[in-house]
């Protein structure tokens, strides 16, 4: 199993065992290892951080003070002797646990750790530090970055209904996480892949709830397990801007999670004739999405339920089509970078308002079903297999176009490639920038001449055509 129990943590066997030791210039570092249930990390303290825990217990908690093995001068560092020490002071702090078995005097706490792996402990970090700075960062606004393993702690302090820490202090009173996540605006929860410090936890498989959340108008997600992260949606009529980056294979898992429960469902104010098992309200505040950096190979129907979307980035995916974006009527800004799109058939049906468009670093080896975007205005085809200058004829009578990108094709190695592009934008040359340079009056001239020529050619084929119908009869 991976990640830290999923109830009960204060109920599982919890100690620790001093595995070994090692040298460190004239000093002794003991190699310590802390559990709870199947759970471990790692810490190393030399006997001189002992004695002065040792201290701090015994004033605040009037502990034995003989209960700590003694110091020693002479021959402190031989083999004997520190073999000896490393079994006392697993002893020492095996007895100190069984001496507090439920509230775990801060000192001690900190001395294992706690604060960075226990769920008690990381919660109760979190909760003083709302209490002293929570009302300064919700006043100025600022992005509050979380970890997945502190809302995995907070998620599970708040299904066993237990107080943050036993204590007695009231600054980690849980109440002060909540009061803060009610109302905070702007989240980042960034995840890591692999173990936490020197623990077995993997904090990317760490379920978490967000239903804490209830003012959300921004969040960033990264490096976690969408499967494993519920709540969201009770920010679905505040939540404005969404990113999600290397955490899941499918929209629908942020989207509608309640897909995963349900065989059949249908939006709000949808009129269905078949029988359905789940209506799902739809996110009416969410404008921008970035799900980029994914495992996403299709465009799901999940987007039926975000149809305020204006900016949608998908980048950097596995998707092979562009399906279902006929339902965001209010798109006009769509990322499709870097996934395996060979073809744009019939692209104007799904994209009819946009206006940037980015397709670099896809299969695509034509321009073909791009004609039909009226509105567009940015396009970015570059590291694409567009080979053919005949292609450039299905954008260059796009009324609104002012940004071509068609850098890294094939097409680029043609002799006077520029001005045999630009020339394909007709009057409207001047106006278009190519590949983020600004057309030259050098290279309008040379588009003017290339279009006489062209002109002269069409004025002689017709002439040609003609003479060869021969003369009309009447």
């Given at each position: 199993m991976d990640g830290l129990s999923d109830s009960g943590e204060n109920e599982r066997p919890r100690g620790v065992r001093v595995l070994g030791s090692e040298p460190v210039e004239n000093y002794t570092v003991y190699i310590i290892e802390v559990y709870v249930g199947i759970y471990h990390w790692r810490i190393k303290h030399r006997y001189s951080d002992f004695y002065d825990l040792h201290e701090k217990l015994t004033l605040e908690n009037k502990i034995d003070k003989n209960l700590l093995p003694p110091k020693k001068i002479i021959g402190k560092n031989s083999k004997s002797f520190v073999e000896r020490r490393q079994k006392d002071l697993e002893v020492y702090l095996q007895t100190l646990l069984a001496q507090f078995?439920?509230?775990?005097?801060?000192?001690?706490?900190?001395?294992?750790?706690?604060?960075?792996?226990?769920?008690?402990?990381?919660?109760?970090?979190?909760?003083?530090?709302?209490?002293?700075?929570?009302?300064?960062?919700?006043?100025?606004?600022?992005?509050?970055?979380?970890?997945?393993?502190?809302?995995?702690?907070?998620t599970q302090l708040l299904r066993n209904a237990k107080p943050a820490w036993a204590n007695g202090d009231a600054k980690t009173d849980?109440?002060?996480?909540?009061?803060?996540?009610?109302?905070?605006?702007?989240?980042?929860?960034?995840?890591?892949?692999?173990?936490?410090?020197?623990?077995?936890?993997?904090?990317?498989?760490?379920?978490?709830?967000?239903?804490?959340?209830?003012?959300?108008?921004?969040?960033?997600?990264?490096?976690?397990?969408?499967?494993?992260?519920?709540?969201?949606?009770?920010?679905?009529?505040?939540?404005?801007?969404?990113?999600?980056?290397?955490?899941?294979?499918?929209?629908?898992?942020?989207?509608?999670?309640?897909?995963?429960?349900?065989?059949?469902?249908?939006?709000?104010?949808?009129?269905?004739?078949?029988?359905?098992?789940a209506v799902v309200p739809k996110w009416k505040a969410l404008t921008t999405l970035d799900m980029s950096h994914n495992n996403i190979c299709v465009i799901d129907d999940s987007v039926k339920l975000i149809p305020q979307i204006e900016y949608l980035a998908l980048s950097h995916n596995a998707i092979t089509s562009v399906e279902n974006l006929q339902y965001l009527y209010n798109l006009v800004h769509l990322d499709l970078s870097y996934n395996k799109l060979s073809t744009l058939d019939k692209i104007h049906t799904k994209l009819g308002n946009i206006k940037t468009l980015n397709l670099a670093g896809n299969l695509l080896e034509s321009l073909s079903g791009l004609?039909?975007?009226?509105?567009?205005?940015?396009?970015?085809?570059?590291?694409?297999?567009?080979?053919?200058?005949?292609?450039?004829?299905?954008?260059?009578?796009?009324?609104?176009?002012?940004?071509?990108?068609?850098?890294?094709?094939?097409?680029?190695?043609?002799?006077?490639?520029?001005?045999?592009?630009?020339?394909?934008?007709?009057?409207?040359a001047s106006e278009v920038c190519l590949d983020n340079t600004c057309t030259t009056e050098k290279e309008l001239d040379t588009v003017e001449v290339l279009k006489a020529i062209q002109k002269a050619k069409e004025t002689k084929s017709k002439l040609m055509n003609s003479d060869k119908k021969g003369p009309s009869l009447v």
């Open positions: 078995p439920t509230a775990v005097p801060r000192p001690l706490a900190h001395f294992l750790n706690f604060h960075s792996y226990e769920m008690n402990g990381i919660a109760a970090v979190l909760a003083e530090e709302l209490f002293n700075q929570g009302e300064q960062l919700l006043s100025t606004g600022e992005v509050f970055i979380l970890r997945p393993l502190q809302l995995y702690a907070v849980l109440g002060h996480i909540l009061d803060f996540t009610c109302r905070l605006k702007y989240l980042k929860v960034v995840g890591t892949q692999g173990p936490v410090g020197t623990s077995n936890i993997q904090e990317h498989l760490l379920a978490y709830d967000l239903s804490i959340f209830k003012s959300l108008c921004q969040i960033e997600i990264s490096h976690c397990d969408a499967r494993n992260l519920s709540g969201l949606n009770s920010c679905k009529n505040t939540l404005a801007t969404m990113t999600v980056q290397f955490s899941t294979s499918s929209m629908k898992d942020i989207i509608v999670p309640e897909a995963l429960e349900f065989a059949d469902w249908e939006p709000e104010g949808t009129s269905s004739q078949c029988p359905i098992t004609h039909k975007l009226y509105s567009l205005v940015n396009l970015d085809i570059s590291n694409n297999k567009i080979k053919e200058l005949d292609d450039i004829k299905h954008i260059g009578q796009l009324p609104c176009i002012e940004n071509v990108n068609l850098t890294h094709n094939p097409l680029t190695i043609i002799p006077d490639y520029r001005t045999k592009v630009l020339a394909q934008f007709g009057e409207r």
